[in-house]
């Protein structure tokens, strides 16, 4: 079994920042792709940023240049750095890590960039 744990959203004031986490633990070893997703209310999830399990990274055009994807492997962790944050990018977001050919998805967090 691999669990997958966000955390960091919150509130934030527009131009703000903030810091996501994704860890993930369990029966998960080596490096494996990751994708950061988002789903605002009444909208379908949608893809925000990947990063490939030999460290290569994807950026959707709306957040690129704002947002920046990381990785420490040592920790199991892929971190979602986000910098001069919009109100349409109040979401949850979700962490999706494909170990093995399987997707395995974490709650989500909500973050809300509002004034």
């Known amino acids: 079994q691999v669990q997958v744990v966000e955390s960091g959203g919150g509130l934030v004031q527009p131009g703000g920042s903030l810091r996501l986490s994704c860890a993930a633990s369990?029966?998960?070893?080596?490096?494996?792709?990751v994708g950061w997703y988002r789903q605002a209310p009444g909208e379908q999830r949608e893809w925000v940023a990947g990063i490939t399990s030999g460290g290569s990274t994807n950026y959707a055009d709306s957040v690129k240049g704002r947002f920046t994807i990381s990785r420490d492997n040592t920790k199991n962790t892929v971190y979602l750095q986000m910098n001069t944050l919009k109100p349409e990018d109040t979401a949850v977001y979700y962490c999706?890590?494909?170990?093995?050919?399987?997707?395995?998805w974490g709650q989500g967090t909500q973050v809300t960039v509002s004034s």
């Open positions: 369990g029966s998960i070893f080596g490096t494996y792709a």
């Open positions: 999706n890590i494909n170990f093995r050919a399987r997707g395995y």
